[in-house]
């Protein structure tokens, strides 16, 4: 994985309804980034091709319309994920654990510009 800004595009599997997109930076193993209701932090590390690591989920913001219920109930959360990436792409899959439910994700990057 290459140091930059990043496009993320995020979408909850096993059933679970859910998906959001922002963009994240990524720099010698640490990461930040967010979109318009949450924001992330967390570290990486980078083998031949391949990626793992974890990251820490807050909502910033509410959601404008109150029937709209985050799937993360507006509590911090942390995933681990793991994944591949070519080029100026990247994918993962990951797992969050919210209280005591445990939630898939899948999640595409696509690099944008150098920091």
Known sequence: MRNGLYSIHIHMLDGVRGRDSGVIILRDGKLAGGGPYFWSI??????????????T???????????????????????GFSGTFTGDEAEVFGTTLVGKQSMSFRATLKFLADE
């Open 42 to 55: 967390g570290t990486y590390t980078v083998g031949k091709g391949t990626w793992k690591g974890e990251i």
């Open 57 to 79: 989920t807050n909502q910033h913001t509410p959601f404008p319309d109150p029937l709209v219920r985050p799937l993360f109930g507006g509590h911090e959360v942390t995933s």
